[in-house]
T-cell receptor, first 111, second 114 residues
Framework: SQQGEEDPQALSIQEGENATMNCSYK?????LQWYRQNSGRGLVHLIL?????REKHSGRLRVTLDTSKKSSSLLITASRAADTASYFC???????????FGKGTKLSVIP | ETGVTQTPRHLVMGMTNKKSLKCEQH?????MYWYKQSAKKPLELMFV???????ENNSVPSRFSPECPNSSHLFLHLHTLQPEDSALYLC?????????????FGPGTRLTVT
């Protein structure tokens, strides 16, 4: 089944630095979503980007989508300790209503 | 708070027990979902309900039995579970089923099967 795969698996940065996470997928999609999960809690939706969009911003978040490379990136600028969490991309398969999640990138922001 | 609540937050049960997980959404959504999150594995979709009707069952063992009495409530009945069923069980809802809608997740139930 369609699945997004995040890279790197883990990322550790200093507060104030930018964090970039990548997601690759295998087949065509209608849209791609990014979610955040604090340890042992539920997921929180961050951004949805449609297949005909190339870039989207929300506060300190910037998401890009390159459908020719079947990849997306999530950039968090000026990171804060509170950004420490796991970040997941979720993709749909064309014709499928289901979202398929990757294993996530675990981000640690050191104060 | 996301508007989706789950109870209990933690559950320890033996393999012969019967228990139920409860999920409630206060968002007026039409679709509800059960996911299983195990360590070092991707989030696994278990069941999807649309307007109280089950629309997806991803080959989930029959020891997991969902129930959706109305579009605001979702249950997961558990019986004769195995230790490998220990995981975080997440409930989510969305305006309608489908990939175009963001999903709102509850905090999860941490299940331990002994």
């Amino acid at each position: 089944s369609q699945q997004g795969e995040e890279d790197p698996q883990a990322l550790s940065i200093q507060e104030g630095e930018n964090a970039t996470m990548n997601c690759s997928y295998k087949t065509s999609i209608n849209n791609l979503q990014w979610y955040r999960q604090n340890s042992g809690r539920g997921l929180v939706h961050l951004i949805l980007i449609r297949s005909n969009e190339r870039e989207k911003h929300s506060g300190r978040l910037r998401v890009t989508l390159d459908t020719s490379k079947k990849s997306s990136s999530l950039l968090i600028t000026a990171s804060r300790a509170a950004d420490t969490a796991s970040y997941f991309c979720a993709t749909d398969g064309a014709g499928s209503y289901q979202l398929t999640f990757g294993k996530g990138t675990k981000l640690s922001v050191i104060p | 708070e996301t508007g989706v609540t789950q109870t209990p937050r933690h559950l320890v049960m033996g393999m012969t027990n019967k228990k139920s997980l409860k999920c409630e959404q206060h968002l007026g959504h039409n679709a509800m979902y059960w996911y299983k999150q195990s360590a070092k594995k991707p989030l696994e979709l278990m069941f999807v309900y649309n307007f109280k009707e089950q629309t997806e069952n991803n080959s989930v063992p029959s020891r997991f039995s969902p129930e959706c009495p109305n579009s605001s409530h979702l249950f997961l009945h558990l019986h004769t579970l195995q230790p490998e069923d220990s995981a975080l069980y997440l409930c989510a809802s969305s305006q309608d089923p489908g990939h175009s809608y963001e999903q709102y997740f509850g905090p999860g139930t941490r299940l331990t099967v002994t």
